[in-house]
């Protein structure tokens, strides 16, 4: 796709085509953008599993004509059992683990989430929720496809993911990472969703599977129990918020890196950048996000545990401060702490004006990997990105761990709302400002901007290294001229997943609707 999609009634972008198809049918039969994203979230929860699961968390940026956009915070807390203390009694001294049943310590959230979203929905539900979940279920009963994205991913993470309980059974053939085009059915995972379908989205906290599921990881030896479960909420508050000339953008709170996305912008506008693409331009971008992570990573982490509020970090002469200290000509030496995760993004939009951001992961490929063979739910494992040291992020017993996770959301000055984002986990700052600045600073069509190469400082999804990766669709000059500036220039081939799956979705003053997707991802964006 070389341009974007438009239409007037709905649109919808998602990185799997079921996903986009199953809102774009709910918009077409009247339901509103939030319907449109829960129909589309439970599918991709089954159509694109290395990615996101029911098992993880979810946030949501939803703006609502009349009315400031509001945010829905899905993000599970710790096992109350899970403490520094009993993890050390477990044998756990350095860093928690990655995979397997004590990497299932934190709440999945994700389900509290869509229940919340729709009670915000501004004409109240028009879709009953067996309609929201039916393409889910069928797709669960019937097999899904395996993407090339899956199979490659499968086979990468295979030596961390085998062992451990369920995952075999539920996403192995024959013992080994099934091939692309493989027919993978999860017949449990489609009968939890049309459990949830006939008693409601709160049986995952409060019913049936919130015992099942306790009483299997306590069985495996995670932390989490039905109390854990019984009392957890999603949270709906006022999202983080700043304003560049082109508009008023918000994101989530923390403990997701919402607050590094919008400084990076923040900063990069301080810049007075006139040209895309440029040296100014990458440059730029690249050494206000160096200036936001660092923050980030010294001081972000549960907000109960902040020594300052995220939304003083955006104050305009905060940004004015930290903007003076990037050098326009030399690059800042690095590297920083990197952050993994990877995750799905999905934006939606209908003919009344109401525009979702939405996100969805289980941190890891897989998360924890660990499955229960009763519902077909496999645990994320976000509780692997809590530290042990003492800090805003140590692992405390209900702690919200850093997130990765971050939708994005703008009002531009032609009063054009802008949902966008990204998977990619470091990466997702990054690729978000290169989407925002391009489409909305230097006025490239939506798909131009997402398509248009892309950079990556630092660890991301399935890469190692630390340097300055750009792919390789980069003119030469721009190349030479940012190493000779002295960054760590590593390239990596066009259309790398490293570079993120990212969406957008644009409703216009007069009603249109303008959407757009990733060729990196497996992806549709439909305007109708």
């Known amino acids: 796709m070389l341009s974007s999609a438009y239409g007037f009634k709905g649109g919808v972008s998602a990185p799997h085509r079921a996903a986009a198809l199953a809102g774009r049918d709910i918009l077409e039969a009247g339901g509103s953008a939030v319907e449109a994203m829960v129909a589309a979230a439970a599918t991709i929860a089954v159509a694109y599993p290395h990615m996101n699961g029911i098992g993880g968390d979810g946030f949501w940026i939803i703006h609502r004509p009349g009315h400031v956009p509001v945010a829905v915070s899905g993000c599970g807390r710790a096992a109350a059992l899970a403490s520094v203390d009993w993890y050390g009694a477990q044998g756990v001294q350095d860093a928690l683990p990655s995979r397997g049943p004590l990497a299932a310590l934190t709440v999945p959230g994700t389900i509290a989430g869509w229940e919340a979203a729709l009670k915000l929905c501004p004409r109240g539900n028009r879709s009953p929720l067996s309609d929201l979940l039916a393409p889910a279920i069928a797709l669960a009963q019937d097999g899904i496809a395996v993407t090339e994205n899956q199979a490659r991913t499968t086979a990468e993470k295979l030596d961390g993911l085998k062992d451990v309980p369920g995952f075999a059974k539920a996403f192995l053939h024959e013992g ?8 993978l059915r999860q017949p449990a995972l489609g009968q939890t969703l049309e459990h949830l379908a006939r008693n409601g989205l709160a049986d995952y906290y409060q019913g049936d599977i919130a015992h099942t599921h306790s009483d299997f990881l306590e069985a495996a030896g995670s932390p989490l129990r039905l109390r854990d479960f019984t009392e957890f909420t999603a949270e709906v508050t006022a999202p983080l918020t700043t304003q560049l000339r082109a508009g008023q953008l918000w994101n989530m709170i923390p403990p ?7 400084m990076i912008l923040g900063l990069f506008d301080r810049l007075n950048v006139t040209n895309a693409e440029g040296f100014e331009h990458l440059h730029g971008l690249i050494e206000a996000t160096k200036l936001a992570f660092i923050r980030r990573n010294a001081e972000l982490g549960d907000p109960d545990h902040m020594a300052t509020n995220a939304q003083d970090w955006l104050e305009a002469g905060a940004l004015d401060a930290l903007a003076r200290q990037i050098d326009t000509a030399s690059a800042r030496p690095w590297p920083e702490i990197a952050k993994p995760g990877d995750t799905i993004w999905m934006g939606a939009a209908d003919s ?3 525009v979702v951001s939405f996100i969805q992961s289980v941190f890891w ?4 990997g660990l499955v229960c063979d009763k519902t077909g739910v496999f645990f994320q494992n976000r509780g692997a990105g809590f530290s042990l040291a003492p800090g805003p992020n140590q692992l405390r017993p209900r702690a919200r761990p850093f997130h990765t996770l971050n939708p994005a959301l703008a009002k531009l000055k032609d009063g054009r709302v802008l949902a966008y984002g990204t998977m990619g986990g470091e990466g997702q700052p990054q690729t978000q400002a290169a989407v925002f600045s391009r489409y909305a600073m230097f006025g490239q069509d939506l ?3 997402i398509t248009a190469p892309r950079w990556l400082l ?3 999804w399935g890469d190692a290294t630390t340097s300055l990766k750009l792919e390789d669709r980069f003119a030469p000059e721009l190349v030479a001229a940012l190493k000779a500036a002295g960054h760590d220039v590593e390239m990596i081939p066009a259309y790398s997943d490293m570079a993120g799956h990212a969406g957008g979705v644009a409703y216009w003053p007069d009603g249109v609707i303008e959407v757009a997707s990733d060729p990196r991802a497996d992806g ?3 305007g109708f």
């Open 176 to 183: 080994a990472a099934p091939k692309a085009g493989h027919r």
């Open 256 to 262: 997701t890196q919402g607050v590094a996305s919008l």
């Open 352 to 354: 009344e004006g109401c």
């Open 365 to 368: 490929e897989f998360g924890s």
């Open 447 to 449: 798909q131009q901007a």
């Open 458 to 460: 630092g660890k991301t």
């Open 524 to 526: 549709a964006a439909l």
